[in-house]
């Protein structure tokens, strides 16, 4: 199969050629053809099977069919919802690469960098719109955009969305778009919620599935270091120099947790920086693209913050803290070995996050090698402590995190990009 034969023009193929993509991967060879038949899709993807090129490319091919070059105002005829800023930026970045050619033009807003700007571009006119939904309703509120002409509507990484609280915005923005329109739905898990909202919003669509990182992860080597809770630090310095990782991806828990690790591997004397929602747009942006150049060989960061990071070949991916909830391993590994590449997905295991690693390897079927580093043989007579999730729930308000094996919210978790963020951003304003 050829991007040719999927029937797109000659401006996009050049731009695919450019991009050195010979044939399209499995979710674009489904999705490209229903899209451009007009139908409603509801996809299965995550991060890294190429579903951005897989709605990106027909998105444009359609657009291109009722071309409007010459035209004096320009309204938002697609619009791409993504939940975080980075995400916004990177599918963006594929709106530009694949449309280089095309005569459409395109901007994305998002929260955190200064309005003025955007309001400005967005009245010059933008066909294709991608946006964080906190950031677009506040421009519909100053009256710098309308959405009544949008013909494609796009949700990316909708679980996440819901996962950051950001239903309400969701609903306010479904309100301000036409009612006949093409929708489209990525996400990486299917939960009740997911399923509730795309029966909402989606018309007959087609269902497209394809087989998630936990059953396609044969180029990403697991594995789990047992070691003490006290020794993490220590052992990851250690993994980090002797085995020369050039390009480490370092999860943590919370925002602090990732601070206080970015400060001690500094210390020992491994360069280090932190990614997270507490920190300015400037420095998540100045952060990865040190990361990106190699001047920064450790990249510390949160689930919320690292969602959609696109970094080619990343070959190193440490779990220093275990996410709580099992599908965060998913996607945290799935940041590695990407495009047929090998890469390495490290676990540090301390007694307290047993029952947690349970649960993943319930969910990806499969049980990962223990590999007991030498000089960090774990103490056996240490008891487990129970793990302070620091969770918030998406209305704002903080609360104490149950114990392991609780039976909370599983999906709750600390709200980076979501609601909270954006009432506090209001506050200040
Ligand atoms: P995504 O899942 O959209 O985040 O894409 C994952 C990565 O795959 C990105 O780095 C893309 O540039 C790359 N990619 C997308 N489509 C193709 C393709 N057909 N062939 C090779 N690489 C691709």
Same mark, same amino acid.
């Given at each position: ?63 291109? !069919? &009722?071309? $409007? ?5 320009? +309204?938002? *005829?697609? %619009?791409? #919802?993504?939940?975080?800023?980075? =995400? ?34 967005? !009245? &010059?006119? $933008? ?5 964080? +939904?906190? *950031?677009? %309703?506040? #421009?519909?509120?100053?009256?710098? =955009? ?50 509730? #909202? ?232």
């Amino acid at each position: 199969m050829t991007f040719a034969e999927l029937g797109l023009r000659a401006e996009l193929l050049r731009a695919l050629d450019d991009a050195g993509y010979s044939e399209p991967t499995p979710i674009q060879a489904k999705a490209i053809p229903t899209v451009m038949q007009g139908k409603d899709l509801m996809a299965a993807a995550q991060t890294g099977t190429g579903k951005t090129a897989g709605f990106t490319l027909p998105l444009l091919e359609n657009m291109s !069919r &009722k071309a $409007v070059a010459g035209q004096k105002f320009r +309204p938002v *005829r697609a %619009l791409i #919802l993504t939940p975080t800023r980075e =995400l916004a930026a990177q599918v963006h970045e594929s709106v530009r690469t694949y449309g280089k050619h095309l005569p459409l033009r395109s901007t994305v807003v998002f929260g955190g960098v200064s309005i003025n700007p955007q309001m400005m571009t967005l !009245r &010059k006119g $933008v066909d294709i719109l991608v946006a964080t +939904p906190g *950031r677009l %309703l506040d #421009l519909v509120q100053q009256n710098a =955009l309308q959405l009544d002409r949008v013909e494609t509507l796009i949700l990316d990484e909708a679980d996440r969305m819901l996962d950051m609280g950001f239903i309400h915005d969701i609903k306010k923005v479904l309100k301000l778009v036409p009612k006949q329109k093409q929708t489209l739905l990525f996400s990486a898990t299917f939960s009740e919620e997911i399923k509730q #909202l795309a029966d909402k919003l989606l018309n007959r669509p087609e269902l497209i599935e394809v087989a998630p990182r936990n059953t396609t992860a044969e180029r990403i080597t697991q594995r789990i270091h047992p070691v003490d809770r006290d020794r993490k630090r220590e052992l990851l310095s250690y993994l980090i120099g002797d085995g020369d990782w050039r390009q480490v991806l370092v999860f943590t828990r919370t925002k602090h947790g990732a601070n206080r690790l970015t400060e001690q591997l500094q210390k020992d004397g491994i360069t280090a920086a932190a990614i997270h929602g507490n920190k300015s747009q400037g420095a998540r942006t100045r952060a990865l693209s040190d990361f990106k150049s190699g001047k920064v060989r450790t990249l510390v960061a949160t689930d919320i913050a690292a969602r959609g990071i696109d970094i080619d070949q990343l070959p190193y991916v440490v779990n220093y803290e275990l996410p709580n909830v099992p599908e965060d391993y998913v996607h945290r590994i799935g940041r590695t070995g990407r495009a047929e590449r090998e890469g390495v997905a490290v676990s540090l295991v301390c007694v307290d996050e047993n029952s947690f690693m349970r649960n993943i390897e319930r969910l990806i079927k499969s049980q990962v090698e223990k590999v007991v580093v030498p000089g960090f043989e774990p103490d056996p007579n240490i008891k487990p402590e129970p793990i302070q999730l620091g969770q918030k729930r998406p209305g704002g308000q903080n609360r104490p995190a149950k114990p392991r094996g609780g039976s909370g919210n599983p999906r709750a978790r600390q709200n980076e990009g979501g609601r909270s963020n954006r009432s506090r951003r209001q506050r200040r304003a």
